[in-house]
């Protein structure tokens, strides 16, 4: 039995906690621990005028045709998915490989789409449940679509919310890009994944589940179908994954129930995050198994949210070690006092 | 032999580089260029007054005791090494490992310091070489002595520059953290460079150089010791990396002569960044095989600079794949210019 001044003098201790599923290493630093405040970004008013937004009327601003739009009872379209007009992987492009010297390179072909809600002020922290499983409907829809052309291979879902995660429009929008390579991000949690299968004959994220529905220091929040909690080596401060409780390797065969049950879940994910900091800059994004035509049996999808609370800097981008300053079992407790103000001004 | 228009069509393709250390995808995607002007960052004078410096006087702002100090012809300190008052590595910290549940941790003990130029202005792309070379020197000196300390296996070196890069300090400084762990980044090319040597019988960066050193198209600068280029597998626009000519897995065995070579290589890679994009924030770190006692003969330690260009949004954050969107061969050429402009108002 630790004794308490012992447990307090761990508080204060940095740790380095390990990634169960890549290995990787992140450094939670509590001696360099901001207030909450610290944590909520310098308030910028940056949103474009509804006059001036390019996704309010997309038509009108010259977007590409629609690839899927899904209307109100009104008829009124409530969203809609377009090629994005400055794509970084385009169609357009061949399958074009080359080298250079002892370098290898081939042409960025793919699909780049926008998912944009109607709404210009509203994200999905402040939208209903079912209103976000109706961006969770037009993810599947598109993963569908996409996963079956050519060279595509893995395709990626996301949303940039706030200017300092990189969205350069305001107006709510998700992004999906379809490449042909299996990203270096995903083949980590691929390999990990499989490897501690073999070593165990259990999925990590199944064991990672397990542990934290048993003893909900992390945890934010369940239903039937998904885990909201902050992870155990969380990157960055208020970190949230989003985690189907039942074994699933891939987002695309997500049944109707479960797309409830994750607009409910990513809702309130995302409104604990946007009441505790004040709205911050985030970035979140699905990870699923590749659609290359392989087997992944022991992977399991998830969203993984990350809200801009920090700089990457030189120790972070020089050894892929991340320094955090609260510790997700503490974040987590704002994140659940946040959510449970939400609700009940609801 | 391709025709003109073919040429001119590849240009602005979007290209998916593969990183020949690790494996990693980079983007080139020109066709979401920017002007030389956009990759400035907005000026900002968030500079602190020499008077509120916590760096130009370090007794009297509360440093920790010097670690090194070392004195120009006047005895004037010229440049001095002190812990980190904010750590997040302690060396106070016991070497304690422990498991939750399923997951690991240990105590993040360590080193972390400070090294601190005399000039609160200048920075290393504003020294003369003579001035960069001793940074270099108290580098070397500091890394001799953490690397034999208990339970340090990885040390750190790096600058952070700028506010948009991380430097909470507007003095000119570097930080070294000395840790327990070989860190992720670090081990992808360690990995790297030990497969292809076995695949090849060479080391990747000696081909690298090779091939660099021939064509010279993202050549920025050569000295006997060291190149100066922009990547082929650029991560950000007008990202540099300064490389040893001869093969050299460890970075603390550089030689006097080396030193004021590199003195004179990083200045210049790093001052026609600041010409060039007028003085950007950015991140540099030196990449070395670890000091855990064993052999890294297939390594070849190096810098790499960062220039603060991009965000790295969701797409990056998910993937690991970079989004840039000048080519480094096209970069090399600004970064030359300004180069050539730097040094002839010298």
Chains 1, 2 share one sequence.
């Not at 909690?229 to 990157?235: K, V």
């Not at 409780?245 to 946007?274: C, M, Q, V, W």
Request: glycine share 4%.
């Amino acid at each position: 039995m630790k004794n308490k001044k012992q447990i307090l003098a761990n508080r204060n201790a940095s740790e380095l906690r390990q990634d169960l599923i890549t290995g990787d290493w992140v450094v939670i630093a509590t001696a360099r621990a901001k207030r909450l405040d610290d944590y909520k970004k310098q308030r910028e008013i940056s949103t474009t005028s509804v006059e001036e937004c390019v996704f309010c009327d997309p038509e009108k601003s010259g977007q590409e045709p629609d690839v899927l739009i899904y209307k109100d009872h009104s008829n009124r379209w409530s969203l809609r998915v377009f090629p994005n007009k400055y794509p970084a992987f385009s169609k357009a492009q061949s399958a074009r490989e080359w080298t250079e010297g002892p370098y290898f390179a081939m042409n960025a072909s793919g699909y780049h789409e926008i998912v944009v809600t109607r709404n210009h002020y509203l994200d999905l922290a402040q939208l209903d449940p079912l209103e976000v499983a109706e961006v969770i409907d037009a993810y599947q829809d598109r993963y569908l679509s996409l996963m079956n052309k050519k060279h595509i291979n893995y395709i990626n879902i996301f949303q940039n919310h706030g200017k300092e995660a990189g969205a350069s429009v305001s107006h709510p929008h998700s992004q999906i890009i379809a490449i042909p390579v299996i990203s270096p991000g995903l083949k980590l949690e691929l390999n990990g994944a499989q490897s501690y299968w073999k070593a165990n004959k259990k999925c990590v994220y199944c064991i990672i589940l397990e542990w934290e529905l048993s003893h909900k220091k992390r945890l934010l929040f369940e239903n039937d179908s998904f885990a909201v909690f902050c992870p155990f080596s969380s990157r960055v401060a208020f970190e949230v994954w989003v985690v189907p409780k039942k074994h699933r390797p891939y987002f695309e065969r997500i049944t109707n129930e479960e797309k409830i049950d994750l607009g409910e879940a990513l809702g309130n994910a995302l409104r604990s995050i946007h009441v505790a900091l004040d709205d911050p800059a985030y970035n979140y994004y699905i990870h699923t198994s590749p659609c290359d035509g392989k087997d992944y049996p022991h992977y399991h999808w998830h969203i993984e949210i990350l809200p801009h609370t920090a700089t990457w800097a030189g120790f972070e981008l020089s050894t892929g070690v991340e320094i955090s300053t609260i510790r997700p079992e503490d974040a987590v407790e704002h994140l659940k006092q946040a959510l449970y103000q939400a609700n009940s001004n609801n």
